[in-house]
């Protein structure tokens, strides 16, 4: 009589990893087979019967699984098996990898467990019937009497599931995963193994599990015997030794290779091999495919990996290892230690595909340089690919490359500093050109991503200038923004984050701008107005350095040259002068524009130059046309004022001019 807290136990189970509801079944399928072995049966038979709803689906296919009959011609329940079945933990199999636990298994997602076994003992034949109790006993409803049959073996059924259900419903899938799961008994026993059979109750689909690695089975599953090998590891106490078998799954239910470690000839884990090698991520093909015939065949592979470090070191479940499964301290080996050594047997398995696929990664890196980021043209030939997904995105691209940026100016940076703290003259002298190569190499990558950055800044500036579908020109908020962003200055839009280059390259250089948004001491607010610096003397707010204000204005937009207008552009710009020479004006940041008598003051009238703008600047403002026609040009002496207004076709113009050889060098 056992006094065990049984379904405590079942609800300690570890659900998921590798417990899950075809653990019940693979147990049972276990224990037939080794009490065959027990028993030592030349012609071993495990019959597996799936149990249904007796309705099935409306459509008329096979209805849902709600059990497993499983009937062996084995040992049977003899008094010595049946008193390990009622023992919490049993010893009884421990050769043959038994945890004395398995059996509680079927409870976690089965409302019943019964049992009828023949089992000989004494000269006499004996039928022993019971259930697996849920409370405090784990045989309960037992009954054993003497029997007239003369063949011993067990019938095993686990019925009702429990909170879920059995997503498989063809016999063929169900199959499938049971092989998956067994293959190592299979290929451990060979010939040795008992005939297991899968059958629907009324036997009208049978299937026989052996086959598929023995004739027509041969089909589904083949073995790479090219990839068979094995590996050591060291662990802590010492060094232990792994097996490897790869197999190639055809019409595979799943899409992705995997590496499965096992314990005493069972599944436990299954890990996808992509993890370790990117290439494995998509299914193969063998033979050629034809799109009429489709001769060619998919397939996945699968390695198997089986030694004595997982045979002692299994949970109780069965579902997982007591080992870490990234690093482990105590133990010394990891999961993912082993998972990685073995998939270097899987590339043998496939090895051309493999070289393949890593080419087509490489081109597709190559090309999306090429086509979307030029600048990375320096790091190809130092990039590595193997780690890179095998159908990478484009973000997954550029994340590599910024990667392998990063590394080559760390190197640099530290080789600079190695090279700086040396007292050699000689380590100078040999080493500096290799340096100074090291850190030229990563000043171009910069430099050719900020020209084919403003290559798409032109594209952009250009398109803003086009009449839209509705017939209407972009606002002057629309190109302002490309140029520089409203409501911004200085200190909140950095060097990269404008593009006054468009207008004048000096003013990428200044110690303050400001944008859209009015000065201390005023409430006007020009669209632009640089505190310009050349580069030699750009820190300083001294009175000689130019200020320069701009004033844009939407294209086609001529509204301005009215009398009544109060946004004469011209007049806008020289109001602003005179203000900040009269000292009305501080910055944002609340300094004094120092302004002397002989400050220089440039303005900028961005507009687009019909017939009447070009009369309204003739006639009216006293301005000269440039020698290209697209711009026009006044000196207003008293003010120290130069002022140019251009049209939005030569701003584009002169950028593009300005950078057309370094977008034909780039090819861009």
Avoid at 42 to 51: T, Y
Avoid at 99 to 119: A, M, N, Q
Avoid at 346 to 370: F, G
């Amino acid at each position: 009589m056992s006094n065990v807290n049984i379904q405590r136990a079942i609800d300690n189970i570890r659900a998921g990893s590798g417990v899950n509801i075809y653990t019940p079944v693979v147990e049972i399928i276990v224990n037939a087979i080794q009490a065959i072995e027990i028993a030592n049966v030349k012609d071993g038979l495990v019959e597996i019967v799936v149990n249904r709803e007796k309705q099935g689906d409306l459509d008329g296919s096979a209805g849902e699984v709600c059990g497993f009959t499983v009937s062996d011609n084995g040992i049977g329940f003899n008094t010595s098996n049946r008193n390990s079945f009622d023992t919490l933990y049993s010893d009884h199999k421990i050769s043959q990898g038994g945890k004395g636990f398995g059996r509680f298994t079927c409870l976690k997602y089965f409302d019943t467990y019964t049992v009828e076994s023949i089992y000989e003992e004494g000269g006499q034949y004996f039928c022993r019937c019971f259930q697996m109790g849920r409370q405090k006993d784990i045989i309960i409803n037992e009954s054993n009497t003497v029997t007239d049959r003369q063949l011993s073996g067990s019938t095993v059924r686990i019925s009702t599931l429990r909170y879920t259900r059995f997503i498989d419903k063809q016999l063929f899938t169900i199959a499938r995963v049971l092989v998956e799961r067994l293959l190592p008994y299979f290929f451990d026993n060979g010939e040795g193994l008992p005939k297991v059979v899968l059958r629907e109750e009324d036997e009208s689909e049978v299937i026989t599990l052996n086959s598929y690695l023995q004739g027509q089975g041969g089909e589904l599953i083949q073995e790479v015997f090219k990839a068979t090998g094995d590996f050591q590891l060291t662990a802590v106490d010492c060094e232990h030794q792994f097996f490897v078998k790869v197999f190639k799954f055809y019409s595979p239910r799943e899409k992705t290779s995997k590496v499965s470690l096992v314990a005493h000839r069972r599944e436990v884990t299954s890990t996808s091999l992509h993890k370790f090698i990117p290439e494995f991520v998509d299914e193969f093909c063998e033979g050629e495919r034809d799109e009429i015939s489709e001769v060619g065949k998919n397939f996945i592979i699968k390695v198997y990996v089986s030694g004595c470090y997982m045979d002692e070191h299994v949970s109780l479940e069965r579902g997982g290892f007591e080992f870490q499964k990234d690093s482990d301290l105590n133990f010394g080996i990891a999961q993912t230690d082993i998972e990685k050594a073995a998939a270097a047997y899987a590339v043998k398995a496939v090895s051309e595909d493999v070289e393949a696929r890593k080419e087509k990664k490489a081109r597709r890196l190559k090309d999306y340089v090429e086509s979307r980021a030029p600048w990375h043209k320096g790091l190809l030939k130092n990039i590595n690919v193997a780690d890179l997904a095998y159908n990478a995105t484009e973000e997954q691209l550029e994340s590599k490359l910024q990667s392998a940026k990063f590394h080559q100016e760390v190197k640099a940076r530290r080789a600079v500093k190695k090279l700086l703290s040396s007292e050699g003259v000689d380590d100078l002298k040999s080493k500096a050109s290799e340096i100074v190569q090291m850190v030229s190499d990563t000043s171009k990558n910069d430099l050719v991503h900020y020209i084919a950055m403003r290559r798409s800044v032109i594209d952009i500036f250009e398109k803003s200038l086009q009449m839209g579908s509705d017939g209407q020109y972009s606002s002057e908020g629309v190109v302002h923004d490309i140029i520089f962003p409203r409501k911004g200055n200085t200190d909140e839009t950095p060097f990269d984050a404008h593009n006054l280059w468009l207008i004048d390259e000096r003013l990428n250089f200044t110690e303050y701008l400001a944008s859209d948004i009015p000065l201390r001491g005023n409430s006007d607010r020009p669209d632009l107005l640089a505190f310009d610096h050349s580069v030699v003397f750009r820190g300083e707010n001294e009175p000689s350095n130019p200020v320069t204000v701009f004033e844009f204005k939407r294209p086609q937009r001529d509204d301005f040259i009215n009398p009544s207008s109060n946004e004469d552009p011209v007049q806008q710009v020289i109001r602003y002068v005179r203000k900040i020479r009269d000292g009305v004006f501080k910055t944002p940041r609340g300094r004094e524009i120092q302004i002397g008598s002989n400050t220089p003051f440039y303005g900028y009238v961005v507009c687009d130059l019909n017939k009447k703008v070009k009369v309204w600047l003739e006639e009216e403002k006293n301005f000269k046309p440039m020698p290209d026609q697209q711009g026009y040009f006044h000196w207003h002496d008293n003010l120290n004022l130069y002022t140019e207004v251009i049209s939005w076709d030569k701003v584009l113009k002169d950028a593009t001019m300005r950078n057309k050889i370094f977008f034909h060098q780039l090819n861009i």
